[in-house]
């Protein structure tokens, strides 16, 4: 219990690192798009101005609404929050629910990993696979909330959830006692989840160009590092199936409504993160249940 506890706190703390590398990114995103011409929301690069250009020394968390430098006692993962019923302690506006879910979320989601973990925890590599899947859960935390505020999933996110990805992968196929076939269903996962996309991307961009493609190419890169975390093709076939059964939930309303249209952009990359936290946390109950259909 003392160790799920501290478990707790560290990804607790871990969530507040990702809310606070979100804001910064999209700082630096800003400047990058005004200098390659594009259009940009001149309030909110002036509301994160102060998160730009900043050295490490010098790079404290600060309140977007009043810029007011926080204290330590003031970024204490939820304690904070709660404490401060939301509000910055010194212009008293409202933070916003993002900080505070992060936190609570990355908290339970670090328990249920270790909870939940599917291998002994005996070795230094089977140790060293829960830290790279950790760090992972940090990185899609990044990049679930950027793509659902933003429609971006950016490469300085998603290319080292990849490299995660792929050690991950490298470890458990040295570990298997079958390599070939853990190798087999492993290919058949990046299939599953970034070549149908990969697929789809071309097609549509080939058939009605760059800004009118299906999927965005972060989608394909994004469920490339989650296929070499699931490392298994029926897994991943699953957490594909639980992405667009919660998108065709979340979206179908809003079409019938007439609030969306066929044409209408959606952050997909959410969806993807969401099927494949789901089918993760319960991969041996689905893998028996396909062991049973079959």
Partial sequence: MVMLILIGILGAAFGSFAGAQIW?????????????????????????????????????????????????????????????????????????????????????????????????????????????????????????????????????????FIVLGAVFAGIKLCLASDFTSTLTSLLGAVFVLSGIYLLLYLFSKARYGEDKTWVGFGDVKLGLGLSLFLGNWLLAFAALFAANLIGTILVLPSMLTGKLRGNSRISFGPLLIAGFLIVWLFSESILNWYQFIL
Avoid at 33 to 44: H, L, N, Q, T
Avoid at 45 to 72: E, Y
Avoid at 123 to 141: C, E, R
Wanted: charged share 20%.
């Fill in 24 to 160: 910064r990114l999209r700082a630096r995103q800003l400047v990058e798009d005004k200098k390659a011409g594009e259009k940009v929301s001149a309030k909110e690069l002036k509301k994160l101005s102060p998160l730009i250009n900043k050295k490490v020394s010098k790079d404290w968390s600060r309140c977007l609404s009043c810029g007011h430098v926080l204290a330590w006692y003031d970024l204490i993962p939820l304690v904070s929050w709660l404490s401060l019923r939301g509000k910055c302690r010194y212009c008293k506006k409202f933070i916003g629910w993002t900080e505070f879910l992060l936190e609570a979320g990355m908290a339970a989601l670090f328990v249920l990993s270790v909870v939940l973990w599917p291998m002994p925890l005996t070795s230094f590599w089977q140790i060293m696979m829960l830290v790279l899947w950790l760090a992972a859960l940090v990185l899609l935390a990044i990049l679930f909330v950027y793509d659902l505020r933003w429609l971006l999933l950016p490469d300085i996110v998603n290319i080292p």
